[in-house]
């Protein structure tokens, strides 16, 4: 209902943090129009509480930088530069293998991003109670956390928005 109107003639490749948030700026405010505005809760999805750190960056980084969430969830800190705000998309995490394993489409990529979103991913590394690599920590060591965990959690954030139906 408002992305497609929003981005109709935009390629995905040309989606930047810059769009982004034009595109979150575009809806009309509860405050400003009270008949036709959202609050700013349901414009801004994230923040809303969430239960779990880990899908809350997940979601987040799955929405600026277009990683596949087996992706995100197989993200261990050696594939990301803080130096030169950069992520080294090199594997996936399969949960069905166990194990993890190249990209979807068998090439590594870099995803150029800004410091924020590298912080918080040095942010959730800190907390991750087996010391082992992986950004996305699961419930075991050298296991990161399960994709269904951060779909779960999205879809309660979802839940919040109007229009939203479960299917």
């Known amino acids: 209902m408002h992305i497609e109107p ?3 003639d935009v390629l995905l490749c040309d989606v930047t943090t810059l769009s982004l948030e034009q595109f979150m700026r575009s809806f009309p405010r509860r405050d400003v129009d009270p008949k036709n505005g959202y609050s700013m809760s349901t414009i801004n999805l994230v ?5 779990d750190v880990r899908s809350k960056t997940a979601c987040i980084l799955g929405a600026v930088s277009g990683m596949r969430l087996s992706e995100v969830t197989g993200l261990r800190i050696e594939y ?6 950069v992520i080294m998309v090199e594997r996936s995490y399969s949960h069905y293998e166990k194990r993890l394993k190249g990209t979807k489409t068998k090439k590594s990529r870099i995803i150029y991003t800004d410091s924020t ?7 959730l590394y800190a907390q991750n109670p087996y010391a082992d690599s992986y950004i996305f920590y699961g419930l075991y060591p ?3 956390m399960r994709y269904d965990t951060v779909e779960k959690q999205l879809e309660k954030r979802l839940a919040f928005l109007p229009g939203f139906r479960r299917t």
């Open 6 to 8: 929003f981005f109709k």
């Open 80 to 85: 990301v530069n803080t130096n030169k705000n």
């Open 142 to 144: 050298n296991k990161p």
């Open 47 to 51: 923040s809303l509480e969430w239960t």
């Open 117 to 123: 979103i590298i912080k918080m991913l040095l942010d």
